[in-house]
């Protein structure tokens, strides 16, 4: 099933990519998970607090991670550069910067 997919989709996929994914997703849900028991179970924080500070955790993390595991290459920024709007070009410089070369702009 999987090889007939595959030969009609002509989809090639990059094991060592997907393990690496499969590594980052782990890294960034454990903690996560982690913090939203403790927000919510032993503080009983109230849900607007609780969001905000799960959304930094998960940016802080994901960005880390990322960086970490070499996860972006050159040609997603490519690809995302032509699906953004051109407004939004310094930003993906600044991204180009951190998870490419390493070194923040």
Known sequence: MQK???????????LSHFAKTMALAAVVALPLAGIDYTLTHLYAINPVTRLILEGISFLTVYTISLRLFKI??????????????????????????????????
């Open 72 to 105: 972006v290459e050159r040609g997603d920024l490519e690809l995302l550069k032509k699906a953004l709007p051109h407004q939004l070009e310094k930003i993906l410089k600044m991204l180009e910067g951190l998870f490419i070369y390493g070194t923040p702009p």
């Open 4 to 14: 007939t997919l595959a030969s009609k989709a002509q989809i090639k996929i990059d």
